[in-house]
């Protein structure tokens, strides 16, 4: 089994930073694909960032220019840093992994639990 926690959520004002983090602890063998998402209250779950084992990215029309998804390969973490916050930007997010628990080529997809960011005056 694999386990995503997510760390670094909290209360910020507009205009403010937070940096998460998402750790991949388990039976990994690689990992192909982290991700953060995002649900808003009455919204669906949207994907925020994307970064694959090759560091290729992709961001959200929304927070490009604003957050930067990042990852250690050594310790099967990745990190999303959110700059100039908004008000809209608060949800609940969520780290995802697709992932390989042996070497044999089927993956697995995984979630985190979820980490609150809201951002308010």
């Known amino acids: 089994q694999v386990q995503l926690v997510e760390s670094g959520g909290g209360l910020v004002q507009p205009g403010g930073s937070l940096r998460l983090s998402c750790a991949a602890s388990?039976?990994?063998?690689?990992?192909?694909?982290m991700s953060w998402y995002r649900q808003a209250p009455g919204k669906q779950r949207e994907l925020v960032a994307r970064?694959?084992?090759?560091?290729?990215?992709n961001y959200a029309d929304s927070v490009k220019g604003r957050f930067t998804i990042s990852r250690d390969n050594a310790n099967n973490t990745v990190y999303l840093e959110m700059n100039s916050l908004k008000p809209e930007d608060t949800a609940v997010y969520y780290c995802?992994?697709?992932?390989?628990?042996?070497?044999?080529?089927?993956?697995?997809?995984?979630w985190g639990q979820g980490t609150q960011v809201t951002v308010s005056t």
């Open positions: 388990g039976s990994i063998f690689s990992i192909y694909v």
């Open positions: 995802y992994a697709v992932v390989t628990t042996t070497p044999h080529p089927t993956r697995f997809q995984f």
């Open positions: 970064m694959t084992s090759s560091s290729n990215t």
